[in-house]
């Protein structure tokens, strides 16, 4: 029974520790993407963002024409991500 307490003791203070340094590692930005105007080119942004790899998550929104991405600084840089969007034209 001491084991599962300082088990279940270790677990927490490895997952608070976590949390405490996901901001160094995960970022979030938001693109402006002034050119987009159909839907068929929203679906072109979120697939060049959604196959960078490090890229977690991607909303884009064709009507207020922003990208919201969610990414991880180790692996991807905000750099890399528009130098990907403008290779493809945005």
């Not at 203070?13 to 930005?29: D, I, S």
């Not at 159909?38 to 697939?47: I, T």
Request: glycine content about 4%; overall charge positive.
């Amino acid at each position: 029974m001491k084991w599962v307490v300082v088990a279940t003791i270790l677990a927490f203070f490895l997952l608070l520790c976590l949390r405490l340094l996901r901001p160094l590692t995960v970022g979030q930005a938001t693109i402006h993407m002034a050119h987009m105007k159909s839907k068929e080119q929203a679906a072109d942004v979120n697939r060049i963002l959604q196959g960078l790899k490090g890229v977690l998550d991607v909303t884009v929104d064709l009507e207020r024409h922003f990208a919201k991405i969610t990414y991880r600084k180790t692996t991807v840089t905000i750099e890399d991500i528009l130098q990907a969007l403008h290779a493809r034209g945005f």
